[in-house]
């Protein structure tokens, strides 16, 4: 029998997860990205497996605080007015998936989706040889006052019957575990088991890297079109006028690949949920872990190359320039609980990133339905770096008949 291609489109963390798992089953593989590997969302995201995330971010709590995160422009949740008519269906379908009903059934899914994160992320820096890049450190959440942390206790709950516990700890005890933090600090909570990378970047051009040892192809290229054949996706037009005749076609191309399905029939809400990094390399912050503070969502992690401040979701669409103010912004937030967080300087780098949001948080992960010979692993929002390789994992053995160990249904391309 000839050995099976897949085309991947999109090198973020779930194309080349993809790539690496399909090569692990047999595959022969070629990315087409016209990024280099690992240089779009998943270059900047804040390095956290956050597989104990399994309440969706919009839920009963957080619908309370929208409104008044949408007054101030600098707030964690932004919208710039222009862009409202574009995104109102996908407000409306976030709106009604933030009933309880839903929210319980999406977070089962989610559930679901983070049992072999660690595993699956071992499996392939293992593969490529760079398990360092893995660092294995519990992490903390901190609350300015007794408020904050009761308003959590819900989350807390729902998560516990999940298995994941989180011990509290006085703010005494979280200065013991990290000097740098504010004598402010009321309380924490503190998770174990939990990982973080050292530098997401690296970390998908290490798979690739593999990928490519391991005999894969990397085009760099935009994909402008897929031409069909009936049901099924013969050939990619590629902006360079170079054509791609397709055996297995796998779209993962992030925050893009509703514009890819569209040209399948298949209609997908998909937000770019724009989120915001600063990375200081001379922080005056000696951190060991990864922090995130209750009073506005992100997250502030030691990396290789600085501290990164991370956060922020704004929907503007794909194209709408930065606002750096953002960016600044975190650099605001996190001075607050650690005093001695240097002011920005010439080595301090920005950046902006395309989340691929879906309404309700969940990834899309499965075949096309509309074409034989397609898959799709995009749309994981806030949960990418968490959720890739497992993603890659499931496409790679839906696309060679091997049962997966949870339901996929909640993931299907036709729920929107
Ligand atoms: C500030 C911030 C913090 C975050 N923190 C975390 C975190 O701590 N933990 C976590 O799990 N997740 C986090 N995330 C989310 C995570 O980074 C994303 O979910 C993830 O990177 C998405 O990966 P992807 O492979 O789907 O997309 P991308 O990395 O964007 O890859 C998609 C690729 O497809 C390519 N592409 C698309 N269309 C085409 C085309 N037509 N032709 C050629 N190429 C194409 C693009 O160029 C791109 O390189 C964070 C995100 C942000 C912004």
Same mark, same amino acid.
């Given at each position: 029998m000839p050995q099976p291609h897949a085309t991947i489109i999109g090198a973020g963390i779930v194309g080349v997860s993809s790539a690496a798992f399909l090569q692990r089953a047999g595959y022969r593989v070629t990315l087409i990205d016209r990024? /280099?590997? @690992?240089? @779009?969302?998943?270059?900047?995201? =804040?390095?956290?497996? =956050?597989? =104990?995330?399994?309440?969706? /971010?919009?839920h009963p709590r957080i619908l309370l605080k929208i409104p008044g995160w949408l007054m101030d422009p600098l707030g964690p949740l932004t919208i710039r007015w222009s862009y409202l008519p574009k995104a109102l269906p996908w407000f409306l379908a976030a709106g009604r998936n933030a009933l309880p009903a839903r929210v319980a059934a999406i977070t089962e899914a989610r559930a679901n989706l983070a049992l072999r994160v660690v595993a699956d992320f071992e499996t392939l820096l293992r593969d490529a040889g760079s398990t360092d890049l893995l660092k294995y450190e519990d992490t903390l959440r901190l609350y300015d006052n007794e408020q904050q942390f009761a308003a959590e206790a819900n989350e807390r709950a729902v998560k516990k019957t999940y298995g994941y516990e989180m011990k509290r700890l006085s703010g005494g005890e979280c200065r013991e575990l990290e /000097? =740098?933090?504010?004598?402010?600090?009321?309380c924490g909570t503190f998770h174990g088991g939990w990982y973080f990378v050292t530098d997401p970047e690296r970390t998908v051009k290490t798979i690739a890297e593999h990928v490519v040892r391991q005999g894969g192809e990397i085009i760099a290229d935009d994909v402008v079109r897929i031409a069909r054949e009936g049901t099924t996706a013969k050939t990619l037009v590629l902006k360079s006028g170079r054509n791609i005749a397709l055996d297995k076609l796998v779209i993962c191309g992030g925050a893009y690949s509703h514009l890819l399905a569209r040209q399948l029939g298949e209609k997908v809400l998909l937000e770019a949920e724009r989120g915001y990094h600063m990375v200081l390399p001379n922080s005056g912050v000696k951190l060991s872990r990864s922090i995130t503070y209750a009073s506005t969502p992100g997250a502030a992690t030691p990396m290789d190359m600085g501290l990164r401040l991370a956060g922020s979701d704004e929907f503007a669409g794909l194209e709408a320039e930065p606002n750096w103010a953002r960016a600044d912004a975190l650099w605001k937030i996190f001075k607050k609980i650690l005093p001695t967080l240097n002011e920005p300087d010439s080595a301090t780098t920005r950046w902006m990133g395309r989340r691929p949001g879906t309404p309700d948080s969940l990834p899309v992960i499965g075949p096309s339905k509309t074409v034989s010979n397609v898959w799709y692993g995009f749309g994981h929002s806030h949960m990418g770096l968490t959720w890739g390789p497992t993603t890659g994992r499931l496409i790679s053995e839906l696309m060679t008949g091997t049962r997966s160990n949870i339901d996929l249904a909640p993931f299907r391309v036709d729920r929107f």
């Open positions: 990024l /280099p590997p @690992g240089e @779009g969302c998943s270059f900047g995201n =804040a390095g956290g497996l =956050a597989f =104990a995330e399994i309440v969706p /971010p919009i /000097p =740098a933090l504010s004598p402010h600090i009321h």
